[in-house]
Antibody, heavy 119, light 110 residues
Framework: QVQLVESGGGVVQPGRSLRLSCEAS????????MNWVRQAPGKGLEWVAV????????YYADSAKGRFIMSRDNSQNTLYLQMNSLRPEDTAVYFC????????????WGQGTMVTVSS | QTVVTQEPSFSVSPGGTVTLTCGLT?????????PSWYQQTPGQAPLTLIY???TRSSGVPDRFSGSILGNKAALTITGAQADDESHYYC??????????FGGGTKLTVL
């Protein structure tokens, strides 16, 4: 069964850091680029970042650039999102999503993990 | 700043047909934007409906179809059902490793 399971969310103070994880199963994780997509409460989806299958290329939305860092451990089938200098506007459910590289689409989604940035 | 536009809300009668659109504030949407569509109900993860403009994801009913209409991507639901009531999001690939979602359309079936 193809599955993505996020973890690591929680409540954090502004300016602090948090690391999210996304564990993959049921497919060859090492062959796929992966994304993070977030959704603020009551708002729409926002693409955050993508990381290539081997971790050599990464791209970020302007809202994440300079503060968030994606990484992956293909031996552990796990994707990470290191979030630094967190702001209240980063409060959201964070989804990891597999990329269908040929067609630039998100084909498998996790259930998400909630991050709340508040003092 | 590129903005992807969607109708904020739409209504369709059961059994009716509705077309949701996905545009750009500057420029046209084409197949090279690789438009894809996602359905999301509150509290759930998005579900992939359509990718590469018009390819249905596995298991998606054929009442959902994608296309390019004029200068926009379009998602058409033919024979709408009650459980199609949901939020629908499009996303466009802008190149250089960047994607942008539209604001989403809340579809009501009544």
């Amino acid at each position: 069964q193809v599955q993505l399971v996020e973890s690591g969310g929680g409540v954090v103070q502004p300016g602090r850091s948090l690391r999210l994880s996304c564990e993959a199963s049921g497919f060859a994780f090492k062959n796929y680029a992966m994304n993070w997509v977030r959704q603020a409460p009551g708002k729409g989806l926002e693409w955050v970042a993508v990381l290539s299958f081997d971790g050599s290329n990464e791209y970020y939305a302007d809202s994440a650039k300079g503060r968030f860092i994606m990484s992956r451990d293909n031996s552990q089938n796990t994707l990470y999102l290191q979030m630094n200098s967190l702001r209240p506007e980063d409060t959201a459910v964070y989804f990891c999503a597999r990329l269908h590289w040929e067609f630039h689409a998100f084909d498998i989604w996790g259930q998400g993990t909630m991050v709340t940035v508040s003092s | 700043q590129t903005v992807v536009t969607q109708e904020p809300s739409f209504s369709v009668s059961p059994g009716g047909t509705v077309t949701l659109t996905c545009g750009l504030t500057s420029g046209s949407v084409s197949t090279t934007s690789y438009p894809s569509w996602y359905q999301q109900t509150p509290g759930q993860a998005p579900l992939t409906l359509i990718y590469n403009t018009d390819t249905r994801s596995s298991g998606v009913p054929d009442r959902f179809s994608g296309s390019i209409l004029g200068n926009k991507a379009a998602l058409t639901i033919t024979g709408a059902q009650a459980d199609d009531e949901s939020h629908y999001y499009c996303v466009l690939y802008l190149g250089s490793g960047i994607w942008v979602f539209g604001g989403g359309t809340k579809l009501t079936v009544l």
